[in-house]
């Protein structure tokens, strides 16, 4: 049987303001970044349901039995606050469950979790995906920070591999460039098997009887420029890190 995949983040809405001289006008989009991501784990035979950023609140577990019918979690891109703060609670004061402990629960009992870089990822932009500040913590292989954690280098920036491991098995050699990541410190859990100046940038880590890994850059634009999303390794490092995780 296929292993199942919650993807949860990686969408955002946008609402612009146009200025035409006297006038102005407005325009909304909404747009998700999860295609390439989802693609490339369908193809190495995983099942995934994804959960854009807008349905987490209500959608997204509340309880073990329900999280543990996925073989993995992948947070990209979507904040603590959103895991946290249900409509009943924020809008009612009602008492919910703390997802955040939940993930790290699901960990320890044996679940996979994978966190993706992005604004709303680790400490994020101006701090305020915070995950540092929650249970997930716990169970990650990398220490967040307690400010704005991101690196952004227009110039482009290319990771380095640091030691073998399952999830580099049959990339290619020459990684492609990107153009940020979220910085993290080392912690003595953490395997870290990629560094990007000198900060890690891909890590793994056992906790309990599950186990963890943190990708610190983008699995789409604007973090992961065309040359990583065209990479011929692309797909096979997903795949790689999930079958990892799962112990495949």
């Not at 577990?61 to 979507?78: G, H, V």
């Not at 320890?108 to 305020?128: E, R």
């Not at 491991?165 to 990107?178: D, I, N, R, V």
Request: net charge negative.
């Amino acid at each position: 049987m296929a292993k199942k995949i919650l993807l949860a983040g990686e969408s955002w809405m946008s609402y612009t303001t146009h200025v035409k001289g006297f006038d102005a006008f407005y325009t909304s989009v909404y747009e998700e970044g999860a295609d390439a991501l989802i693609a490339a784990l369908k193809k190495g035979g995983f099942q995934v349901e994804y959960m854009p950023n807008h349905l987490i609140p209500t959608k997204f577990p509340t309880t073990m039995e329900q999280i543990r019918a996925y073989d993995c979690l992948i947070l990209s891109d979507t904040g603590s606050n959103t895991l946290l703060l249900h409509p009943d609670t924020f809008a009612k004061s009602i008492r919910t469950p703390n997802r955040c402990a939940l993930i790290r629960d699901y960990v320890l009992a044996g679940g996979a979790l994978l966190m993706v870089g992005g604004y709303m990822s680790f400490s994020g932009v101006d701090a305020k995906a915070k995950y540092g500040a929650t249970p997930v913590q716990d169970v990650l292989p990398v220490q967040c920070l307690s400010c704005d954690d991101l690196m952004e280098h227009p110039e482009g920036i290319t990771p380095q591999v640091v030691k073998d491991h399952p999830a580099l098995t049959g990339l290619p050699k020459e990684w492609p460039h990107f153009l940020g990541y979220n910085k993290v410190n080392h912690i003595p859990s953490g395997d870290v098997i990629m560094n990007i100046d000198n900060d890690p940038f891909l890590a793994f880590g056992n906790f309990g009887k599950g186990r963890s890994a943190a990708f610190m850059s983008d699995c789409a634009p604007h973090w992961g420029p065309p040359e990583f999303m065209n990479w011929p390794g692309y797909d096979m490092l997903w795949v790689n890190i999930v079958n990892y995780l799962c112990k495949v």
